[in-house]
């Protein structure tokens, strides 16, 4: 995860970066007609549906800069041809990119001296 909210994940054929921005997100929430931690929610919960994932990786595509004909054919080509849970873990874990973002920084400095041998 990066700190613009974009994930690179090993799926289909390589690697492939993922990014649902704002206007990504309010697409989501408009295809899926829920908002997106209730989506999240719904995908950890077992409850997904078949828009949810669909839509999380698709505008994830186009959110990282695909083209949206070429975003479309990867889905068509990779996910709807199989399992339909098959995909629900990167779904989520795009979505939770998106939400919350890269994990904070650790505090302090994990190599700094230690203060008590002086």
């Given amino acids: ?14 690697s492939y970066t993922f990014r649902l921005g704002w206007g990504e997100l309010a697409l989501l929430q408009e295809k899926c007609d829920a908002g997106p931690y209730y989506i999240l929610n719904r995908m950890q919960a077992g409850a997904w549906r078949l828009e949810d994932i669909e839509g999380c990786l698709r505008l994830g595509l186009i959110g990282a800069g695909r083209k949206p004909e070429e975003a479309t054919k990867l889905i068509a080509t990779h996910v709807k041809s199989r399992p339909a849970g098959e995909y629900v873990l990167h779904a989520t874990l795009v979505l939770q990119a ?21």
């Fill in 1 to 14: 995860m990066s700190r613009d909210a974009s994930i690179e994940l090993p799926i289909w054929d390589g």
């Fill in 98 to 118: 998106a939400l919350l973002g890269a994990p904070d920084e650790p505090l302090g400095e994990p190599e700094a001296p230690n203060q008590t041998d002086q």
